[in-house]
């Protein structure tokens, strides 16, 4: 047993209890409470304020290569895209687990503490399998591992180069052949402690409308997560109506794509008859705020999605910044840009949607939360530092998701076991060497 004393700690509710202590046996959570005057003198000490561990639905580990680099030109998401793929093009197992490993022990100074990686890259450069077919994926299970975060790998049936086209040259190592062979490969990847396999289809423009369902059922038979790009680019709307006659969302509904299981990613651009089938299937909805205002995608309709009953989860993407209390504070402050109004989410909404609910959308339902029964993983927060001072019980929820950045973590506990100490990684030396090494190998 093991006990770990916060002054603060956000419990669920919409203000903070102070005086917590939380008991920890093995990697679960034994007991949380509150009202403690004084630490138990065996306790280990938090930071000012203890959050749940923060869940980052939506990675594509190696976009972290292109931060900074892709800022400057203008362009359009289609020209970055173009970039995105040059960098694809220099992965190879060894250069994406230090990628990885890097990137995800970034993520673990930020507070995150389970990612879920969008993962494509399955193949040699020239589509040709390696000769453990997944061994780009055990490079990022790998790396999670020696991270010190959970993983769920989305291994990501990839197929077409839009709606009835030929893959492009750089997207042959993303394929599989159809989705038969994908379900073969995927099938033979093994859950760990710190992972769960869930599957993916990249979007409507790469997977053909008749193949969608063999992707929704091998998920279905595992109920395991099923997450799909959606409508991020009105391109892909047009290019599916024309096609299909249909929007991407209808054709998902269409193909049992959605369901509970299931997490759409970005819907940027949706209908009202959209946003009513995705609440009525009661399936989840990924912003990527940070990448999508990075990217010019636009601003999705959030608020309209959770009012109708569907579920907000919240991602890093293409790791333009890796900061999950920026993705949360997005939702409402991107609402309030389009609204000209203030107030449209309360601060716990949206640590909700950074926490319990994504952790949910990968698998981890007794994860992202301060309760007996549910796994240790938190973190704490220094309410003294120049972006946090002045915090007080009466606002200190509000500071977190506000004004707080990644740079306040201090303390990142997993599974009972302490990630990051005092904002300084104890599994990974050297974070930032690690990045710019990792990035210099796929730059060339
Ligand atoms: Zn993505």
Known sequence: VSLWYAPMAWLGGDAVDTGVLIETEGETIARVTTGHAVPPGESHRCADIVIPGL??????????????RTERGGGTFWTWRAQMYDV???????????????????????????????????HDANGVPYADPNAMGAALTQAAADAGVRITLLDTCYLTGGIGRPLEEAQRRFS????????????????????????????????????????ASWAAQRSAPLHVHVSEQR???????????????????ENAVLSDLATLVHATHLTDDDVARIAGARARVCMCPTTERDLGDGIGPARTL????ATIVLGSDSHSVIDPFEEARALELDERLRSERRGHWRAAELLRAATSDGH????????????????????????????????????????????????????????GRRVVADGAHQLVDDVAGGLRAAVAAVMG
């Open 55 to 68: 869940a980052n639905a939506h990675s594509h580990c190696f976009h972290r290569a292109l931060r900074g």
């Open 88 to 122: 694809a093009a220099q992965l190879t197992p060894d250069s994406y687990l230090a990628l990885a490993r890097a990137t995800y022990a970034e993520m673990a100074l930020a507070g995150i503490t389970c990612v879920g990686e969008f993962h494509y890259v399955h």
């Open 176 to 215: 599989d052949g159809d989705a038969e062979q994908w379900a073969a490969r995927a099938s033979r990847r093994t859950s760990a402690a710190h992972v769960r396999i869930g599957a993916a289809i990249h979007s409507v423009r790469a997977v053909p409308a008749d193949q969608l369902a063999v992707v």
């Open 235 to 253: 391109a892909e709307n047009d290019e599916c109506v024309a096609k299909y006659g249909r929007t991407p969302t209808h054709l998902l509904a």
């Open 306 to 309: 959770s009012a109708a009953g």
């Open 360 to 415: 949910r959308a990968l698998g981890w339902p007794d994860a992202g939360r301060l309760e007996a029964g549910c796994r240790a993983d938190f973190v704490s927060l220094d309410l003294g530092t120049p972006r946090t001072a002045g915090a007080d019980i009466a606002n200190a929820l509000e500071f977190v998701v506000f004004a707080a950045t990644s740079a306040d973590v201090r303390d990142v506990i997993v599974g």
